[in-house]
């Protein structure tokens, strides 16, 4: 028998919430206008579920699909490129509506600023978005995996001409490797998503830059959302959604779900003591969630979570990987996503919340009904296509 889902309402006292700032309309804008300068933006579909929601019993079911940002299949390249941005506006002096693609990518920029070599730990999405940038742009990029990281991540890494390694620690040993590299180097600027004391600067913009995406699903909805469903690593991308949202509706915010990979689950520990303390969770973090599998969270996000989260849900991987199938093989006249492991998280949860009574106590207490209007976001697409298919076409992780 799969192991439950484990849920805990959010009974936290609320901080002063000074972080929520970080993640203003404002500054979302800004992000907005740093990638809309790149040739290579578009939009991202939002797809919406209307036969899944029929049958979930949901007025309505959108999923926002990142598997088309940048043609690099994930999110993540969002908030590595704005960070470096605004990084370079620092050291310039200047603002970061000033830091188009165009100058970026300039002789004028490279005799302004020289290069940088930017520094991060990553499953493969955040590292192959820092290495993306850093080659369009022109800077250096070094990328450090952790143990048990896909080849074919790896690999699309490596394509993007950063110095890549897989080595044998995990997740949190490898960011600790990555700033210690980066204060041996000349110009060298740690990239990474999770804040810690003396670093919350770049991981704030990294947040700001994942608030395109969510502006995005904002703006594509056209109303305000009931729920919003978001999956947590270090959770800066829950902290950058929750709040952008909490910023946007301030009067009438939606209800907050976050959702972890079960043996990575620092959100909801903190959660379940209830002291408004962040937790930290160690060892190898396997699962199949590996763009989740991080169990020290972000300081920032954790601020604007414990204030605005209704619930914090702990994920076994079957959830993930039912997801994966019902995204890929959907109600009939339904759009179907290609979501990977880390992204479809959202969909396995809210199927099981809606349909196996286990969960009754939290639909109820979520008050998920037929008027609820429900926002997901599918933050990936096949970036292990080895592991996609064994899931989607071979069954792997069974609900049962």
Request: glycine share 10%; net charge negative; with cysteine.
């Amino acid at each position: 028998m799969n192991q439950p889902i484990k849920w805990v309402l959010n009974r936290m006292s609320a901080s002063d919430d000074r972080h929520l700032e970080v993640m203003s309309t404002q500054n979302v804008a800004k992000a907005q206008a740093f990638h809309r300068s790149f040739p290579q933006y578009a939009v991202t579909p939002l797809a919406r579920l209307d036969g899944m929601a029929h049958r979930l019993g949901l007025g309505s079911l959108c999923v926002k699909d990142e598997s088309y940002r940048f043609g690099l299949n994930a999110f993540k390249v969002l908030g590595g490129s704005f960070a470096m941005g605004r990084y370079i506006a620092q050291e310039l002096g200047r603002d970061v509506s000033e830091m188009t693609y165009g100058y970026l990518t300039s002789d004028k920029l490279r005799q302004e600023f020289g290069q940088a070599t930017f520094f991060t730990a990553t499953d493969g999405n955040h590292g192959r978005g820092v290495a993306w940038a850093a080659n369009k742009l022109g800077q250096k990029a070094v990328v450090h995996m952790p143990k048990g990281s896909a080849k074919s991540r790896f690999d699309n890494i490596a394509k993007e001409g950063a110095q890549v390694t897989i080595e044998e620690v995990n997740y949190d040993d490898c960011v600790r490797m990555a700033a210690a590299e980066a204060a041996r180097t000349e110009h060298g600027v740690v990239v990474q998503d999770t804040a810690w004391e003396g670093y919350e600067d770049i991981p704030a913009w990294i947040m700001q830059g994942y608030g395109t995406m969510a502006g995005e699903a904002a703006e594509q909805l056209g109303q305000r959302p009931t729920h919003v469903f978001v999956q947590a690593g270090v959770g800066s991308l829950a902290g950058a959604v929750v709040g952008y949202f909490a910023n946007r509706f301030p009067a009438d915010p939606p209800k907050f779900i976050v959702m972890e990979a079960q043996i990575a689950d620092c959100l909801y520990q903190g959660a379940a003591a209830g002291d408004g303390k962040p937790r930290m969770v160690g060892g190898d973090l396997q699962t199949i969630m590996a763009g989740l599998a991080c169990g020290e969270p972000n300081t920032i996000s954790w601020d604007i979570l414990r204030n605005h989260v209704t619930a914090f849900l702990s994920c076994p991987d079957w959830v993930a990987a039912r997801g994966m199938r019902m995204l890929a093989a959907p109600v009939k006249g339904d759009p179907a996503v290609c979501s990977g492991e880390s992204g479809a998280v959202g969909m396995g949860v809210i199927s099981a919340i809606m349909e196996d009574d286990t969960y009754q106590e939290l639909r109820e207490a979520l008050e998920l009904d037929q008027n609820s209007q429900v926002l997901m976001f599918s933050t990936e697409g096949d970036t292990d296509p080895d592991k996609y298919r064994e899931i989607v076409w071979g069954g792997a992780y069974p609900t049962v």
